[in-house]
């Protein structure tokens, strides 16, 4: 099980466990963004939450881009 820290996730209006993204979900955020790298993201682990934020930036997007929303197609 990866590990998981507590960060407030805006979406859930409370402090939630995050975790860091696998490789295959770094990839594919890495193409919904068009960026080479996305190591500072971390994933809310609330159930039906999956909001991703950085580890200093609780709100990074306009919208928020949840972990399930980069598997659908663009």
């Given amino acids: 099980m990866a590990r998981t ?3 407030y996730c805006f979406t859930c209006d ?4 995050h975790r860091k993204l696998d490789e295959e979900e770094q990839a594919k955020l890495r193409r919904r963004l068009g960026r080479s790298s996305v190591n500072e993201f971390l994933v809310c682990v609330a ?3 999956f909001n991703l934020r950085t580890g200093w930036n609780k ?3 306009p ?6 929303e980069l ?3 663009e």
Wanted: glycine share 0%; proline share 18%; aromatic share 10%.
């Fill in 59 to 61: 709100r990074p997007f």
């Fill in 71 to 73: 598997n659908e197609p």
């Fill in 63 to 68: 919208e928020p881009i949840r972990l399930s």
């Fill in 14 to 17: 409370s402090y939630e466990e």
């Fill in 47 to 49: 159930p039906d939450c």
């Fill in 5 to 7: 820290t507590e960060k």
